[in-house]
């Protein structure tokens, strides 16, 4: 049974920063890529950053230059490093595959506001 559980969201002003982590179990992590989802109120949910198992990185555009992913295949995690926030990142986010399995976790919010 694959699952997800991410933490580290919070409320954070405009221009602050956040950590997000997620574990993953009943995968084979090392072999997946890794990702980063968001969906905000009334949106789609969309793929944010992704890590190929070669380390290989992709960021949608909106976060170029202020998010780093990252993974450790030794814990079976990934994470998010968010610096320079913008109200306009208020979501939910998750992890998952980049082509992502029918097993969401609960998510994580994160709430840029002043």
């Known amino acids: 049974q694959v699952q997800f559980v991410e933490s580290g969201g919070g409320l954070v002003q405009p221009g602050g920063s956040l950590s997000l982590s997620c574990t993953a179990s009943?995968?084979?992590?090392?072999?997946?890529?890794a990702a980063w989802w968001r969906q905000a109120p009334g949106k789609e949910r969309e793929l944010v950053a992704q890590?190929?198992?070669?380390?290989?990185?992709k960021y949608e555009d909106s976060v170029k230059g202020r998010f780093t992913i990252s993974r450790d295949n030794t814990k079976s995690s990934v994470y998010l490093q968010m610096n320079n926030l913008k109200p306009e990142d208020t979501a939910v986010y998750y992890c998952?595959?980049?082509?992502?399995?029918?097993?969401w976790g609960q998510g994580t919010q994160v709430t840029v506001s002043s």
């Open positions: 998952n595959a980049a082509v992502p399995f029918d097993a």
């Open positions: 009943g995968v084979y992590f090392t072999v997946i890529t």
């Open positions: 890590i190929q198992r070669d380390g290989t990185i």
